[in-house]
């Protein structure tokens, strides 16, 4: 059974910086599109960034564009979020997706944030003084 972690979540002043990091277990997360995404209270869900399974693209949310990196770490089976500057308005739980239709892709099976098959169960970040 795929199970995706996510971890590295906390409180944290505004403008610092947290790297959030998903792994999984009975799948290698290589060649396979990774999303991230995040929902504060009452909100529903936003996409935050993305990346392809041959990791040549990487799209964001323009509300994160400049602060937020994702990147993959293949020998650790890791996606990493790098989130800098972080807002108030950044205040979530973020959950780390995957989508094992395409394998060492450029494309996705939908869109960034739709065509994901396997979910995390979350971390929450909350950014506040």
């Known amino acids: 059974q795929v199970q995706l972690v996510e971890s590295g979540g906390g409180l944290v002043q505004p403008g610092g910086s947290l790297r959030l990091s998903c792994s999984a277990s009975e799948i290698t997360l290589r060649y396979y599109h990774v999303a991230w995404f995040r929902q504060a209270p009452g909100k529903e869900r936003e996409g935050v960034p993305c990346i392809s399974g041959d990791d040549s693209r990487t799209d964001y949310a323009d509300s994160v564009k400049g602060r937020f990196t994702i990147s993959r770490d293949v020998a650790k089976n890791m996606v990493y979020l790098q989130m800098n500057s972080l807002k108030p308005e950044d205040t979530a739980t973020y959950y780390c997706?995957?989508?094992?239709?395409?394998?060492?892709?450029?494309?996705?099976?939908?869109?960034?944030?739709?065509?994901?098959?396997?979910w995390g169960t979350g971390t929450p970040v909350t950014v506040s003084s």
């Open positions: 997706a995957l989508d094992i239709s395409l394998k060492n892709s450029p494309m996705y099976t939908r869109d960034c944030w739709n065509g994901l098959d396997y």
